[in-house]
């Protein structure tokens, strides 16, 4: 059974940063495409970032490029979302997803 459990959520400040963490279980990580994905409150799921299964080709939606990085560690079947200069419009639940599988999510507020 594929699990992707998301973690690192919290209340930040504009401007901080946080690292969200995605522990994967069920399925050959290392093989496989991942990618982050988000939901405002109130609106649709949004991509965010993609990483390929050796970790060297990654994407970004325009709205987070420069500000997050995603990153994988293959040995720990982990994959990570490092965010910089966070605003308030990146309020949202965060999923790490494989194909059309999600997580449970993890939230991110961020409000002064």
């Known amino acids: 059974e594929v699990q992707l459990v998301e973690s690192g959520g919290q209340l930040v400040q504009p401007g901080g940063s946080l690292r969200l963490s995605c522990a994967a279980s069920g399925f050959d990580f290392s093989s496989s495409v991942m990618d982050w994905v988000r939901q405002a409150p109130g609106k649709g799921l949004e991509w965010v970032s993609r990483?390929?299964?050796?970790?060297?080709?990654?994407s970004y939606a325009d709205s987070v490029k420069g500000r997050f990085t995603i990153s994988r560690d293959n040995a720990k079947n982990t994959l990570y979302l490092d965010m910089i200069s966070l605003k308030p419009e990146d309020t949202g639940v965060y999923y790490c997803?494989?194909?059309?599988?999600r997580g449970q999510g993890t939230q991110v507020t961020v409000s002064s």
């Open positions: 990483i390929n299964s050796g970790g060297d080709i990654v």
């Open positions: 997803a494989r194909r059309t599988i």
